[in-house]
């Protein structure tokens, strides 16, 4: 059975970090490539991250991310990462991890995160 488990959301205030964990089991993680998605109430789900299969040697940042938010990857812990610094109310959302591969695509169930004086 295939499973992604999101965890590390909370409540932080403007300005502050979080650490995103998705660990997987049930696939054969190094070569699957991971994305982090988020959907705010009432929006769509967009893309946040992406990290490329086995060295994960290519990231893509959405530009409402970019030079605050860091994907990475330990497949030995077969865990995806993101590293999110100096959050905004705007990153508020339901965040998920999703795992791709030629094949199949898999999707976590969400970690709640609210940036909120």
């Known amino acids: 059975q295939v499973q992604l488990v999101e965890s590390g959301g909370g409540l932080v205030q403007p300005g502050g970090s979080l650490r995103l964990s998705c660990a997987a089991s049930g696939i054969t993680f190094s070569s699957y490539a991971m994305s982090w998605y988020r959907q705010a109430p009432g929006k769509e789900r967009d893309l946040v991250a992406t990290i490329t299969s086995f060295r994960g040697s290519t990231t893509n940042y959405a530009d409402s991310v970019k030079g605050r938010f860091t994907i990475s990857r330990d497949n030995s812990k077969r865990t995806v990462y993101l590293e999110m610094n100096n959050l905004k109310s705007e990153d508020t959302a339901v965040y998920y991890c999703?795992?791709?591969?030629?094949?199949?695509?898999?999707w976590g169930q969400g970690t709640q995160v609210t940036v909120s004086s």
């Open positions: 999703h795992a791709v591969s030629p094949r199949t695509l898999y």
